[in-house]
């Protein structure tokens, strides 16, 4: 499961985010009001946020491999 990836301060992170809107477009909260619900600083937010994202990128590229003619690991 992609969530044994994720530490638990990501995960809190993650679900959060995903439950107050964050990733709505427009987003309904903020990054700040995120990071102040969960009593942590908005670069600890952004930090956990990051790296939970990059964590769950990194599985599902893994599973299902580059799209056709996309290279993950081309800079």
Known sequence: MLAREL????????VTAYRTGYFERPRETTGAEVAADLD?????FS??????????????FAECGPAAGHRIDAE
């Open 7 to 14: 530490t638990d301060g990501q995960l809190e992170v993650l």
């Open 40 to 44: 942590i600083s908005p670069s600890t």
């Open 47 to 60: 930090q956990h946020l990051r790296a939970a994202q990059r964590k769950l990128l990194t599985a599902l």
